[in-house]
Nanobody, 123 residues
Framework: QVQLVESGGGLVQAGGSLRLSCVLSGRTFSNYAMGWFRQAPGKESEFVAGISWSGDRTSYADSVKGRFTISRDDARNTVYLQIHSLKVEDTAVYSC????????????????WGQGTQVTVSS
């Protein structure tokens, strides 16, 4: 049974930075591509960033390019999302997900999900 646990969310001022972490347990982490999604209040879930199982390919939503960086540490079974220059519109619950496919950008491509961590950006 794969389990994903996110951490690192919180309340931050606009312009600040955060690093989100997501630990996978129960299976071999290096077998999975990983992704981050977010859902703001009243809005649908959206893809934020993804990284292939080998770590050599990444993908980002246009709205976060240049500000968000996804990375992985297979030794720690962890995927990270480094966020810089936070904006109020980045406020959302951020969830990580694991996929057995190469690199997915839609929810349908992911097999396992974490519960999410809240990121709130104040103006």
């Amino acid at each position: 049974q794969v389990q994903l646990v996110e951490s690192g969310g919180g309340l931050v001022q606009a312009g600040g930075s955060l690093r989100l972490s997501c630990v996978l347990s129960g299976r071999t982490f290096s077998n999975y591509a990983m992704g981050w999604f977010r859902q703001a209040p009243g809005k649908e879930s959206e893809f934020v960033a993804g990284i292939s199982w080998s770590g050599d390919r990444t993908s980002y939503a246009d709205s976060v390019k240049g500000r968000f960086t996804i990375s992985r540490d297979d030794a720690r079974n962890t995927v990270y999302l480094q966020i810089h220059s936070l904006k109020v519109e980045d406020t959302a619950v951020y969830s990580c997900a694991a996929s057995v496919l190469l690199l997915e950008t839609t929810r349908a491509g992911y097999d396992y999900w974490g519960q999410g961590t809240q990121v709130t950006v104040s103006s």
